[in-house]
């Protein structure tokens, strides 16, 4: 029962333009759906279904045992910081120093830091979309304005050039590059970033580079917009480890920035989380520079994953679905069903028993598709196909 109060909640108007993350509304239904005893399959949440490492794990124990159980800096242990610092340098073939190096507790608040330090009321951030929620959630709460910039299946949900370089304005101070990107797994190719960053120019504009699923890259190899001449001291590079170490909960994440804007964003985690807690970066430290056939395991059976689902989404009446190149996310058209994202996202739960996200789920151009986690064992995803195909032939 919800508690009665004689006084009235009244809060800041900026809460009215906090978004969410609608994964963790369908996961709940989910759950609930499971305590009356129904059988659902979760492919809605995007974490993978691996365990941490067990070296990573263990440098953890023992931190934790060496007494690594108090504040640290604000902007990340020396030692961590050090260690990202040599990583992206080696991996996006420029110099990284420490000093552009902020850790924070998961990716989040660096996409949130950068829209805080950078935007006033009214400057325009150029975002995709579809895209993960965050972004235009964060750029609606401090004022400024959204720019969405439409992801097209016909492009391969790669940045489309020409468009991003119609959305640039005087008041653009902020664009935002994802790839791998979450929902489509779409992978900006090489000549795109180049190109995104000769839209650019000189122009004084911040990229924000989520780069979150750079190793969970299928085909090819990973190119960051960082390592474009010119644009190193233009861009915030977003890492971390949850997706690439299977450690989303362990809250760890970084970005890689000039070194004054660091200065300014590691105010922003003295005022709010102080630091990131310290044995989870010592563990970090043996994330990166550890044995790697972990990550290189898990890229590999995800892939596997990708090629059996796709293969069963495609002879699936009404649905239609592209090769994602990266992530862990599926992304099939479903508009040759004749149902709404939200509505078939709502009865593949409650009737098939499957969870999915509609499309919609992140941002108006998601209409009409469906995101699929593949972060699942492959006898549950073949499951979920046949439950799919099952509900197909009785509503379609």
């Avoid at 995709?128 to 959630?137: A, D, K, L």
């Avoid at 000549?191 to 190793?215: H, T």
Wanted: glycine share 8%.
């Amino acid at each position: 029962m919800p508690q009665t109060t004689q006084y009235e909640l009244q809060l800041a108007r900026r809460m009215s333009r906090l978004g969410t993350e609608t994964a963790f509304e369908v996961l709940n239904k989910a759950r609930a759906l499971e305590r009356q005893g129904r059988s659902i399959i979760h492919l809605e949440i995007g974490e993978p279904d691996f365990d941490t490492p067990s070296n990573i794990v263990e440098a953890a124990v023992n931190a934790l045992r060496s007494g690594w159980t108090h504040y640290g800096p604000s902007a990340g242990l020396p030692e961590l910081r050090q260690t990202i610092a040599e990583y992206i340098s080696r991996t996006r073939s420029v110099k990284v120093t420490p000093d552009e190096v902020v850790v924070v507790p998961g990716g989040k608040p660096i996409i949130f830091f950068t829209i805080l330090s950078l935007i006033d009321e009214g400057d325009e951030v150029i975002y995709p979309n579809p895209g993960f929620p965050i972004y235009e959630s964060m750029i609606d709460y401090v004022g400024g304005k959204a720019v969405p910039i439409k992801l097209r299946e016909d492009h391969d949900f790669s940045v489309d050039v020409n468009e991003l370089a119609e959305l640039i304005s005087d008041r653009t101070k902020v664009i935002i590059l994802n790839s791998p990107q979450n929902p489509t797994g779409g992978v900006m190719p090489r000549r795109d970033v180049e190109q995104v960053a000769k839209v650019i120019g000189e122009r004084n504009i911040f990229v924000l580079s989520d780069e979150i699923y750079s190793r969970l890259l299928f085909e090819g190899e990973h190119f960051s917009i960082m390592s474009v001449p010119g644009m190193q001291e233009r861009t915030i590079l977003l890492d971390g480890f949850s997706k690439t170490y299977a450690m989303t909960g362990w809250r760890m994440g970084y970005g890689v920035m000039r070194p004054d804007l660091a200065a300014q964003m590691t105010r922003l985690m003295t005022n709010s989380n102080s630091c990131t807690a310290s044995f989870t970066q010592i563990a970090g430290i043996e994330a990166l520079r550890g044995d790697q056939s972990s990550v290189d395991h898990m890229c590999a059976e995800f892939k596997r994953r990708r090629d059996v689902f796709v293969a069963g989404m495609n002879k699936i009446k009404g649905f239609s679905c592209r090769m994602p190149h990266g992530a862990f996310y599926v992304f099939p058209n479903i508009t040759k069903t004749g149902w709404k994202s939200k509505a078939l996202e709502h009865a593949l739960l409650e009737q098939a028993g499957v969870a999915a996200l509609s499309g919609t789920a992140f941002g108006d151009f998601g209409e009409g598709y469906l995101r699929f986690s593949i972060a699942n064992s492959m006898e549950n995803l073949q499951q979920a196909l046949e439950r799919i195909e099952q509900w197909t032939r009785k509503n379609l």
